[in-house]
């Protein structure tokens, strides 16, 4: 897996390809566990960022997967890891820290965690197995995932046990996406 990221093509930075890109974010966050194909010829992490970041917001990138020229471009503000809005992460290593999950008063403060992965797959072949169920997801599904460490769901879990507080995480390939918001019950490898 590659550790530093950059930007394939320049469409990504276009409000028309960002829209469309967004639309497809939506898309996921609605039906959790819909494996959603990068609509731009662009690492997803990458154009999902370009899409969400301005000056306005945070974005903590602890593991530098980032290329340097692109931290201009995404305008966002870099600050450390706890206090981000979103974070960009390798899924491969295990969690060392606690994102921002918001307050009773303000979950929306919930940090929003990219983590960059060998593969996703709609059925259970990979590496780790999930089952998914939760708003959005009619009948539990199962997604499997190349490259992520098995902590981040043991965490995500314990971090979202307080619900309205908790983090969001989007988990990218080289192509796809597919959003797991802090209502989805995860599962490794049982039944939702």
């Known amino acids: 897996m590659k550790n530093e990221m950059t930007m394939v093509e ?3 930075w276009h409000p028309a390809q960002q829209q469309r890109l967004f639309r497809s974010l939506l ?7 819909r494996i959603q194909t990068c609509p731009l010829q662009a690492e997803p992490c990458i154009a999902l960022l370009g899409a969400l970041l301005d000056g306005q917001t945070t974005l903590s990138d602890p593991q530098d997967m980032l290329q340097g020229s692109l931290w201009p471009k995404l305008e966002a503000q870099r600050v450390p890891y706890e206090l981000a809005a979103f974070i960009l992460l390798d899924g ?3 969690p060392e ?7 009773l008063e303000a979950p929306e403060g919930g940090a929003t965690l990219l983590l960059r992965v060998a593969s996703l797959q709609e059925e259970s072949a990979g590496a780790l197995s999930l089952q998914l169920s939760g708003p ?21 879990n314990d971090w979202v046990g307080s619900f309205p507080l908790g983090v969001d995480l989007v988990l990218c390939d080289a192509q796809r996406f597919v959003a797991l918001p802090r209502t989805t019950r995860i ?3 049982g039944a939702a």
């Open 27 to 33: 898309d996921a966050f609605s039906y959790p566990g």
């Open 187 to 189: 599962v490794i490898g």
């Open 92 to 94: 491969s290593r295990a």
């Open 136 to 156: 959005g997801i009619r009948q539990p599904v199962t997604i499997s995932v190349d490259g992520l460490h098995q902590d981040w769901i043991t965490a995500r």
């Open 97 to 103: 820290r606690v994102p921002s999950l918001g307050t």
């Open 10 to 12: 320049a469409d990504i």
